[in-house]
C-alpha cells in the first residue's frame, strides 16, 4: 500500500480491523495535527482487552496503542499542546 493522507490521517501501513471506530474521535480532537498508525504485532498473551490506550509521550505528541484482542498496532499522534490532547484523550476513553 502506498502512502497517502486522508485528512489528519497519514497511512503507510495497514490497519487493524476496527481502527476506523476507535481513531476517528481522536481525529476530531482540534489540537491534533497528523495521526500515523504505525507497526503491527501479534499479542501473544490472547485475548486482551480492545480499545486505544495512551502510551507514553513522544517528542512530537504521543504514542497510543490499538489492541483488536488478537494483535497491537502502534498509533502516532502529532500534536500542539500536549497536555490539553493528554486531557482530552482521557475524557474520551474513560474506563
Known sequence: MSKYRKGKLKLEHHTLEGFDKYIRP???IEIVEAVIPGRIFRNNKGRG????FLQYETSSGFKLLY???TSV???FVVCSDKESFKNAFENLYKE
Open 73 to 75: 498496532q502502534e498509533v
Open 26 to 28: 481522536v481525529l476530531e
Open 49 to 52: 482487552s480492545k480499545g486505544l
Open 67 to 69: 489492541k483488536n484482542g
